[in-house]
């Protein structure tokens, strides 16, 4: 079964960074696309960044783009989130997700069936 583990999550100023961490065990790793998305009390869990098993592609969510850099090392079983220029609105518990379709990059949470228990990012202003 499946296993993720996020980590890097914390307190950081506006205008700061982040890099988050997640961690893949119980499969192939470099057989599973993965995802990040990210979620606020009450509200749907929103896409936040994809990268295909193999590396090689890469979605961003438009409001990311510039700012975030989502990269993995296969060898290392682990995923990244680079998050630059960080404002309060990026406030949110991060989740990473691993699917195994392999012939596109969902970006819809309903297309992932492995999920982490989330990190906390706070950006203070």
């Known amino acids: 079964q499946v296993q993720l583990v996020e980590s890097g999550g914390g307190l950081v100023q506006a205008g700061g960074s982040l890099r988050l961490s997640c961690v893949f065990s119980?499969?192939?790793?470099?057989?599973?696309?993965m995802g990040w998305f990210r979620q606020a009390p009450g509200k749907e869990r929103e896409f936040v960044a994809a990268?295909?098993?193999?590396?090689?592609?890469?979605f961003y969510a438009d409001s990311m783009k510039g700012r975030f850099t989502v990269s993995r090392e296969n060898a290392k079983n682990t995923m990244y989130l680079q998050m630059n220029s960080l404002t309060p609105e990026d406030t949110d518990v991060y989740y990473c997700?691993?699917?195994?379709?392999?012939?596109?990059?969902?970006?819809?949470?309903?297309?992932?069936?492995?999920w982490g228990q989330g990190t906390q990012v706070t950006v203070s202003s």
């Open positions: 990268i295909r098993w193999f590396g090689d592609t890469t």
């Open positions: 119980g499969g192939t790793f470099s057989s599973y696309t």
């Open positions: 997700a691993a699917t195994d379709e392999l012939l596109s990059v969902p970006r819809t949470h309903a297309n992932y069936p492995s």
